[in-house]
Nanobody, 127 residues
């Protein structure tokens, strides 16, 4: 079993930056894909970014391309999401996800491709 714990959320002004962290414990995810999703009130949980275990492939949702960067440190079993140029529409609960089975683009960018989830961390961007 894998446990994922997010940290780094908070309140920031528009144009600001935040860095989220996701620490994995239990069974290692060193050979798995890690990702971030987000869910705003009343909306679906949407894909934000994903990274393969070597870090050689990264994927981003259209709304965050050029502003967010996903990375990981397998030695620390931790994934990161650097968020720059934040906008009020980025306000959401951000969830870390891990997958031991996602192999394709579709699987790596879909909620259904992930079998481990964190509890979420709130990010609020004020205008």
């Amino acid at each position: 079993q894998v446990q994922l714990v997010e940290s780094g959320g908070g309140l920031v002004q528009a144009g600001g930056s935040l860095r989220l962290s996701c620490a994995a414990s239990g069974r290692t995810l060193s050979y798995g894909t890690m990702a971030w999703f987000r869910q705003a009130p009343g909306k679906e949980r949407d894909f934000v970014a994903a990274i393969t275990w070597r870090g050689d492939s990264t994927y981003y949702g259209d709304s965050v391309k050029g502003r967010f960067t996903i990375s990981r440190d397998n030695a620390k079993n931790t994934a990161y999401l650097q968020m720059n140029s934040l906008k009020p529409e980025d306000t959401a609960v951000y969830y870390c996800a891990g997958s031991t089975r996602a192999q394709t683009y579709a699987e790596r960018t879909s909620r259904n491709g992930y079998n481990y989830w964190g509890q979420g961390t709130q990010v609020t961007v004020s205008s």
